[in-house]
């Protein structure tokens, strides 16, 4: 008897019993307070211009792409969404992985868990310029100390990127993780409703 030939391997061959989530990446940009002014932090924002949460600000992202790594998801969606192009000529940003976000409810399109990225770019005499692309409808940068209603879970992540943040600028001789740690705390205070429109 002729042994079974061992099944073929690769992407679609096998299935499981448990649903999939809907997998996204979520990139929050962090402008320092510059040398030469006093505005304080600055974060990335997109104004949403598709449902769910259409006309509402979130953070630049999206679904990741078949067979496409996750940081180059990162990268893709932070400029196809707002312009910004960390790796030519973006400011010298650099993206990295802060943590993952999976609740139930985090989406009304369903089950969504994403990746959050942080980049932080240099010191500079104003945040670089961006303008809304793809399904975003604007970008803007805005004052951490007042950023508006956030779609999603949004605010519960930005408030994870500033802690993360702010524990690698303590070392800093002119760190700026008191704004950083000030700007999570009230983005934990506020009060999260699942996003259902």
């Known amino acids: 008897m002729a042994a079974a030939a061992a099944p073929e391997k690769g992407p679609g061959i096998f299935t499981y019993q448990w649903p999939r989530p809907g997998f996204t990446v979520d990139v ?21 211009g598709q449902p769910p949460a259409a006309g509402r600000w979130a953070l630049p992202g999206g679904f990741v792409e078949p067979d496409e790594h996750l940081d180059a998801a990162a990268a893709r969606e932070l400029k196809e969404e707002t312009g910004l192009d960390l790796g030519r000529g973006g400011g010298g940003g ?7 976000f999976g609740g139930p409810d985090r989406d ?14 240099p010191r500079l005499g104003s945040p670089l310029p ?15 100390k007042a950023l508006p209603e956030l779609a999603f879970d949004h605010a519960a992540i930005i408030a994870c990127v500033c802690r993360s943040v702010a524990g690698e600028e ?28």
């Open 94 to 100: 650099t993206l990295r992985q802060v943590r993952a």
């Open 28 to 48: 929050a940009v962090l402008a320092p307070p510059s040398t030469s002014s006093t505005g304080g932090v600055h974060l990335l924002l997109i104004q949403r």
């Open 170 to 197: 303590a070392g800093e001789e002119a760190g700026w993780g008191g704004e950083l740690v000030a700007g999570a705390e009230a983005l934990e205070a506020r009060e999260w409703v699942p996003t259902r429109d």
């Open 108 to 121: 009304p399109r369903g089950w969504t868990v994403t990746v959050a990225y942080a980049a932080v770019l």
């Open 130 to 144: 961006v303008k809304g692309g793809d399904d975003a409808a604007a970008a803007k940068w805005w004052p951490l």
